[in-house]
């Protein structure tokens, strides 16, 4: 192991891996309850979402680790996740299982893309400033997605502002809906209020993000989980109830793996590939899906590998200076393993599987080989016995995860040129446009758009990539096609 490894030429031992490797897991180990929470939005069983979780996870973790020889833990992304949910499935109309396939896609799509000079073309196609507008972005959309799911705000619409009912025009004579009043449509005229804190899951909600900013302000490792955690256990002792309501024959580790059984393959099945593919209308609108989820992925993964590699040693001169070209350095292995756990974690039943900026907390724990990446994987295993718990986590619990996790990948806004109008105005929207459109791919797709705008009023059009010209031409297309849908 030692020689595999190589732990003496990096000038680590067997036991600083481990314990690495076990703070990296308890870093991130939030994403267990919170992507279930998210993905299972749409309609996707959420044991079934929590053991697809765990084995992309730990699979993909293992794969880099082994292949790369490198320290970093793999899970499916926050940000990916949130527009799986809320823009592709709850926006655009595509089920899960269509969704599901479009993330298959984008992973054949990214693994030909690294193993190609196509990555070096993308990359260097978009302003370094938009790439961290659009990092900072997902983490607005993150947070602000926390704070609804916290009931931390309400929203206040009066009839004037109500547009649709269930999908038809509103008619504030009509009193009665068969079927009830299942969805509601409102003008900007919608107003968001603070909550009146009366509400016991807000204040539960608001108990969990205080205590979690405390133990993040004070270093203290595993700080999100703790607070996971600590909010349940809250809850339970609140209400005790809870746990009486909970059929543990019927939520444990066996009704888990059925409902795996539902999401695992789902992303080839009838509904799946066959169907998104059946009609040819939506042709464009897959396709600049199936962009969107790559860009998202390929940015936040670069990002991180150069991030923390850097500065760490984890990735020598040589391995960034090859990043454009085709080569077999550690940080272009790295770059294989990520995008292999995107098409593998589709697979299972969850969005896009990527890299982890907390692996950074492993990094400064002394992990510098693969042997990290080993014990966090083997963790990730391991958490499959507490499958007839998850349940019991409330979304109070994992709402201040959201809210805090948005809020650190919002760092990367210090990095924007705002000084620079032309560059401040697509940056702009971007980022915190994704929060107001409620939108990743809409804030990316205006970004494009206002750069060439920007760039074209300012005589500046060589600085702007074709690929940049193709992907705003994309999108506008797709807002007309969706305009007349």
Known sequence: MTEFFQLEANHTSLSTEIMAGISTFFAMSYIIFVNPAILSQTGMPYQGVFLATLFASGIATLFIGLYANVPYALAPGMGLNAFFTFT?????????????AMVFICGLVNIAITVTNIRRVI?????????????????????????????????QADAAAITQINGAPYDAGQQVYEAGVQAISSNGSTLPQIATFTEPSTLLALFGLVLT????????????????????????????????????????LANSFKELGITFGAAFGSEGLLSLFSDPSRLPLVLVTIFAFSLSDIFDTIGTFIGTG??????????????????????????????????????????????????????????????????????????IFIAPFIGLVPASATAPALILVGVLMMSSFREVEWGDFSIAVPAFFASVFMGYSYSISNGIAAGFIFYCLTMTVTKRTKEVHPVIWGASLLFILNYIIMAYL
């Not at 926006?91 to 899960?96: C, I, N, R, S, V």
């Not at 990092?135 to 602000?144: N, Q, T």
């Not at 490792?221 to 809870?242: H, M, Y």
């Open 88 to 100: 592709v499935v709850m926006g655009l109309g595509f089920t899960w299982q269509e969704a599901l």
């Open 213 to 252: 900013v405390i133990l993040m302000a004070k270093n203290i490792q595993g700080a999100i989980l703790i607070g996971i955690v600590a909010t349940t256990a809250l809850q339970l002792i609140i209400d005790p109830s809870l746990l009486q309501q909970v059929d543990f024959a019927q939520a444990g």
């Open 123 to 155: 990359i260097s196609a978009i302003p370094e400033s938009i790439q961290h507008a659009i990092s900072g972005g997902i983490g607005v959309f993150i947070a602000y997605i926390g704070v609804k799911s916290a009931n931390l705000i309400h929203f």
């Open 310 to 383: 850097r500065a760490t040693g984890i990735f020598s001169k040589e391995d960034i200076d090859n990043l454009d070209t085709r080569s077999n350095t550690k940080l272009d292995k790295a770059l294989f393993g990520d995008v292999v756990g995107t098409s593998m974690g589709a697979i299972f039943g969850t969005s896009n599987t990527t890299v982890f900026a907390e692996s950074s907390v492993g990094i400064a724990a002394g992990g510098r080989t693969g042997l990290t990446s080993l014990a966090t994987g083997i963790c990730f295993f391991l958490c």
